[in-house]
């Protein structure tokens, strides 16, 4: 014996048949007002038929599209698997390898590395750039007894950056001074 | 990752470390030097000829012949060493190593007299000439070159190793190209 929610189940989607169906629709209290409450249930049914159906169509696609990846990424993997890490990243296999967060870790390692090198570059550049420099001569002192007369002036050569100390009144030696 | 940045970091090192040690420990040459005028003067000896004309232009001498010298390869910077003639004696004491050379105390001896003192900061790429007392017809120099003769050996010997390691190498390019880059 069905309940009378269930008859209105199958009336609706039209299951009733024959002598039920006659029984049923007299045993409404107002037809029409049924009928238009069966009109909108269809209405909603056809609705939400179509919604369903299109969602699974692309589920159904992406799933497949997925599966294509990664049967393309193994095969190239197997190939060559020297390069599995660049192909990887190539197909998007592994979606976390070029994130936003390696990304800005090799942005920032990049960034280190070229200061690192530029600092030890322009701490190279300052020596290089000094010892072009001429050589200096702080101070010189000659012997007042020896030599009451001497003077001393410095200057550079431009041609091959000798510096030269120049004595004059120095004491003269005799030419067996010049002796190895 | 971690364990690739640290294999990075440990060649840069390795190659800044190889540049490093290949541009340390200089030589330094000091003679007493006569200069003469002669009628068939020798050959300059080989640590003066990169300044041959100067000497001969400044001093207007024809002939330099080396009475005494030493050459000396400072490693600490703070060596002291004596460049002596049979009664002349030219003590170099270097007091420490800068960014443009070295720091040295020259004392010039007349046997046991000393003659002249100075102080100078020694530039590799600046040789110094001290005119000394005159000698005879000819007149004494003192002369320090840092790297002298051994500049071009060295400076040849280096340049083959360093084209025979790609790192250094590539580590020259890249100062080049700093170089180039910054003002």
Same mark, same amino acid.
Not at chain 2, 30 to 39: D, F, K, M, P, T
Not at chain 2, 42 to 61: A, C, D, H, S, V
Not at chain 2, 76 to 104: C, I, M, N, P, R
Not at chain 2, 172 to 182: F, K, T
């Given at each position: 014996m069905k309940t009378f929610e269930e008859k209105w189940t199958a009336w609706l989607d039209g299951q009733l048949t024959g002598k039920e169906l006659i029984d049923f629709e007299a045993s409404l209290p107002d037809k029409a007002a049924a009928e238009a409450e069966k009109s909108e249930a269809h209405k909603l049914g056809s609705f939400l038929k179509e919604q369903l159906g299109a969602q699974a169509l692309s589920n159904a696609d992406f799933f497949s599209h997925q599966l294509r990846e990664r049967i393309a990424t193994e095969t190239a993997t197997q190939d060559q698997p020297a390069f599995a890490w660049l192909r990887r990243g190539e197909h998007g296999e592994r979606s976390t390898r070029w994130t936003i967060r390696r990304l800005v870790w090799s942005g920032a390692t990049s960034l280190a590395i070229f200061l690192i090198c530029a600092f030890l570059v322009m701490r190279e550049k300052n020596p290089g750039e000094q010892s072009e420099y001429l050589t200096q001569i702080l101070n010189t002192r000659v012997d007042p007894a020896i030599s009451p007369n001497a003077t001393i002036s410095i200057f550079e050569t431009k041609q091959d950056k000798v510096t030269v100390l120049w004595t004059e009144g120095l004491q003269s030696l005799p030419s067996d001074y010049a002796a190895r | 990752m971690h364990s690739r940045l640290l294999l990075i970091a440990a060649c840069f090192a390795l190659a800044i470390s190889t540049v490093s040690a290949a541009e340390t420990a200089h030589i330094v040459w000091s003679g007493l030097v006569i200069a003469e005028n002669v009628q068939q003067p020798t050959p300059i000896p080989e640590e003066l000829t990169r300044m041959?004309?100067? &000497? #001969?232009? &400044?001093? /207007?001498?024809?002939?330099?012949?080396?009475? /005494?010298? +030493? +050459?000396?390869?400072? #490693?600490? /910077?703070?060596?002291?060493? &004596?460049? +002596? +003639?049979k009664f002349f004696a030219l003590h170099v004491d270097a007091q420490g190593e800068s960014d443009a050379g070295y720091t040295v105390n020259l004392k010039l001896y007349k046997e046991q007299e000393l003659l002249l003192e100075t102080d100078a900061k020694l530039s590799k790429r600046s040789p110094l000439v001290i005119k000394g007392p005159q000698v005879g017809n000819g007149q004494l120099l003192l002369v320090l070159v840092v790297d002298a003769g051994n500049e071009q050996a060295q400076h040849h010997r280096r340049h083959a190793s360093d084209q025979s390691n790609p790192v250094v190498t590539a580590w020259r390019h890249l100062r080049r190209v700093i170089h180039d880059v910054l003002p």
């Amino acid at each position: 014996m069905k309940t009378f929610e269930e008859k209105w189940t199958a009336w609706l989607d039209g299951q009733l048949t024959g002598k039920e169906l006659i029984d049923f629709e007299a045993s409404l209290p107002d037809k029409a007002a049924a009928e238009a409450e069966k009109s909108e249930a269809h209405k909603l049914g056809s609705f939400l038929k179509e919604q369903l159906g299109a969602q699974a169509l692309s589920n159904a696609d992406f799933f497949s599209h997925q599966l294509r990846e990664r049967i393309a990424t193994e095969t190239a993997t197997q190939d060559q698997p020297a390069f599995a890490w660049l192909r990887r990243g190539e197909h998007g296999e592994r979606s976390t390898r070029w994130t936003i967060r390696r990304l800005v870790w090799s942005g920032a390692t990049s960034l280190a590395i070229f200061l690192i090198c530029a600092f030890l570059v322009m701490r190279e550049k300052n020596p290089g750039e000094q010892s072009e420099y001429l050589t200096q001569i702080l101070n010189t002192r000659v012997d007042p007894a020896i030599s009451p007369n001497a003077t001393i002036s410095i200057f550079e050569t431009k041609q091959d950056k000798v510096t030269v100390l120049w004595t004059e009144g120095l004491q003269s030696l005799p030419s067996d001074y010049a002796a190895r | 990752m971690h364990s690739r940045l640290l294999l990075i970091a440990a060649c840069f090192a390795l190659a800044i470390s190889t540049v490093s040690a290949a541009e340390t420990a200089h030589i330094v040459w000091s003679g007493l030097v006569i200069a003469e005028n002669v009628q068939q003067p020798t050959p300059i000896p080989e640590e003066l000829t990169r300044m041959e004309q100067t &000497l #001969k232009e &400044l001093f /207007g001498y024809n002939q330099f012949q080396v009475i /005494g010298q +030493s +050459s000396k390869a400072l #490693k600490t /910077g703070d060596e002291d060493w &004596l460049a +002596s +003639s049979k009664f002349f004696a030219l003590h170099v004491d270097a007091q420490g190593e800068s960014d443009a050379g070295y720091t040295v105390n020259l004392k010039l001896y007349k046997e046991q007299e000393l003659l002249l003192e100075t102080d100078a900061k020694l530039s590799k790429r600046s040789p110094l000439v001290i005119k000394g007392p005159q000698v005879g017809n000819g007149q004494l120099l003192l002369v320090l070159v840092v790297d002298a003769g051994n500049e071009q050996a060295q400076h040849h010997r280096r340049h083959a190793s360093d084209q025979s390691n790609p790192v250094v190498t590539a580590w020259r390019h890249l100062r080049r190209v700093i170089h180039d880059v910054l003002p």
